[in-house]
């Protein structure tokens, strides 16, 4: 059995374990906050962007001289993946289950004789990735210096990723992010930006009696690569709500987790003491008797 | 019957205004500067580097803006744009820096005609704010 002084020292340590994820749990509860509102601030440019660009497309007269980005090449040999997990760690299944979800829409191209491209956003998925994929990751991008996501910073992306679509170094592109539901949930998303998914507008009312000026082709080819980058921030929106999310149900478990260990442990470590003082009364008392 | 609409303006990081009382809006797009009145017709068309003017019934409010498009529907015009500066709280040292970066951008030889039109219109707008 371990002495009383191992068991003291053991419990101080759990006890100031818990004290840095209490504090974590509480920064990221505050975090978590910030994110929320601008994930919300942030939703209806992107809403409004969407239905822009429904409209415009349903206005589009010929859909054989649509915009590559909206349409597509015609092919889908080259898949782009854009992989967007967090730079910081201690944020429970977070990152992995971004990259399970990304794992199994690898497999499945790679499993069709496609090729495959790689873009990381964050370092963790870098660091998940490099092991099995490190020869398809052609860019890795991390923004450790930038306090909150910000547009600028997703603009950057949104550029990269249209230059070498008008490189045709790729056919698709599907970006993987967590979507915020609540603290305790988040799903992972894979979401095909490139060429953008028009479906869901069936169920919009659609007014087809705009006036457009200039005409629609060009209008499009303004506003499709500012949509790429809004989509991008608006999944890092999401993301970095999902991330202090993640994080904040993670340091609650861990604080939970050390506050049973530090009773376990008080438990054995008070039997032990009171085994000690009954060893050194019997100890007392015998040699008293032999006298 | 009053001849008041509605503006709204976003960005990507948050709502950046929003107006009940407008009744005018002069809009610098691609193709020149448009003036907004109420009941005009559903448009879609996207903005070049300009001022943009908020008349409303008591005042006048000018913002600097860069790109982005606008859509006017149902008497409610909406703005989306990246940057956009409200004239009365720019400072001077960021308009001088906002100068400086279109100028170097548009002294590389590389870029195509459009985009040097749009940077030409950005340093002269912005050189006649100074």
Known sequence: ??????????ITSVKSTQKITKAMKMVAAAKLKRAQDSAEKGRPYSEKMNNVILN????????????????????????????????RGLCGGFNSNIIKKAKIYFGEILKEGKELKIITVGSKGYDQLKRYYGNKIIESISFKNSKNANYFDAEKVGKMIIEKFEKEEFDICTIFYNQFKNVITQIPQAQRIIPLNTESADDNE???????????????????????????????????ASEQGARMSAMDNA????????????????????????KELIEIISGAESL | MSE????????????????????EVIVP???GEMGILKDHISIISFLKPGILTIHS???????Y?????????????????SSIFDLKKIEKSRLMNLIKVAEEEASKQEIDDQSRFLIDQKIEVLKSLN
């Open chain 1, 255 to 278: 604080t939970r987790n050390a506050g049973e260990m530090v009773d376990k442990l008080t438990i054995q470590y008070n039997r032990s003491r009171q085994a000690a003082i009954t």
């Open chain 1, 56 to 87: 415009l497309s349903n206005g589009i007269s010929d859909k054989e001289t649509a915009p590559k980005l909206l349409s597509g090449t015609g092919k889908d040999q080259i898949h782009l993946c854009v992989v967007m997990t967090s730079d």
């Open chain 2, 57 to 63: 019934n008591s005042e006048e409010h000018k913002f």
């Open chain 2, 65 to 81: 803006v860069e790109d982005g498009i606008f859509e006017f529907k149902n008497n409610t015009l909406s703005v989306l744009t």
């Open chain 1, 206 to 240: 659609l007014e087809d009696n705009y006036e457009f000026e200039p005409d629609e082709d060009e209008i499009l080819n303004n506003l499709l690569p500012k949509n790429i980058s809004t989509q991008i921030f608006k999944a890092m929106l999401e993301n970095s």
């Open chain 2, 4 to 23: 008041e609409f509605k503006v709204e303006i976003v960005n990507p990081e948050a709502s950046f205004l929003s107006k009940e009382d407008v009744t």
């Open chain 2, 29 to 31: 797009a691609f193709e």
């Open chain 1, 1 to 10: 059995m371990a002495s009383l002084d191992d068991l003291k020292k053991r």
